[in-house]
T-cell receptor
Framework: NAGVTQTPKFQVLKTGQSMTLQCAQD?????MYWYRQDPGMGLRLIYY???????DKGEVPNGYNVSRLNKREFSLRLESAAPSQTSVYFC????????????FGPGTRLTVT | GQSLEQPSEVTAVEGAIVQINCTYQ??????LSWYQQHDGGAPTFLSY????GLEETGRFSSFLSRSDSYGYLLLQELQMKDSASYFC???????????FGAGTRLAVHP
């Protein structure tokens, strides 16, 4: 089992460019999450999907969109990147919604210049 | 609002015991989780307390006092590989998702 995988691992964008971060899990989990992590701060929830076919906003959703493509895959899209979106992005999954135990992917390090 | 406070840094020597504290303020409370994250790595789940008291898992233990809105992670027989950041996270009834603290960076020295 690969667990939670994310692509790409690193990305540099210019202001205004768009991109999609991909996430997949092979643990048959129902819920998936996107977080961002900035220096000196904890993980902040951007969007989540409690189950296939549903998505909802987290703490910091502005500037992002998501798609739960199927039970395995959950993508995060930046339509018009801004320097404030420079961060490390983590995808996570859990067997059920509102779980205290989440499994994280390796992260995508994004720089917006 | 919801907030968690934990020390930003802790240092200790190999073989010692260290305690990382976490105080929280939430609207509704289900439980307190702890995660470990090595530099450049992904967070990994360590423990969860829903009820008051101590939960032990090998060298790591976690404690919760709901009346004091306080918990801690206790690491015993410290090893160099324990150098990492440790995050407390609350499962809040009001928000229904994990809210993470800013993390405590633990440095273990020989």
């Amino acid at each position: 089992n690969a667990g939670v995988t994310q692509t790409p691992k690193f990305q540099v964008l210019k202001t205004g460019q768009s991109m999609t971060l991909q996430c997949a899990q092979d643990m048959n989990h129902n819920s998936m999450y996107w977080y961002r992590q900035d220096p000196g701060m904890g993980l902040r929830l951007i969007y989540y999907s409690a189950s296939e076919g549903t998505t909802d906003k987290g703490e910091v959703p502005n500037g992002y969109n998501v798609s739960r493509l199927n039970k395995r895959e959950f993508s995060l899209r930046l339509e018009s990147a801004a320097p404030s979106q420079t961060s490390v992005y983590f995808c996570a999954s859990s067997f059920r919604d509102s779980s205290y135990e989440q499994y994280f992917g390796p992260g995508t390090r994004l720089t917006v210049t | 609002g919801q907030s968690l406070e934990q020390p930003s840094e802790v240092t200790a020597v190999e073989g010692a015991i260290v305690q990382i504290n976490c105080t929280y303020q939430t609207s509704g409370f289900y439980g307190l989780s702890w995660y470990q994250q090595h530099d450049g790595g992904a967070p990994t789940f360590l423990s969860y307390n829903a009820l008051d008291g101590l939960e032990e898992t090998g060298r790591f233990s976690s404690f919760l006092s709901r009346s004091d809105s306080y918990g801690y992670l206790l690491l015993q027989e410290l090893q160099m590989k324990d150098s990492a950041s440790y995050f407390c996270a609350v499962l809040s009834g009001g928000y229904n998702k994990l809210i993470f603290g800013a993390g405590t960076r633990l440095a273990v020295h020989p």
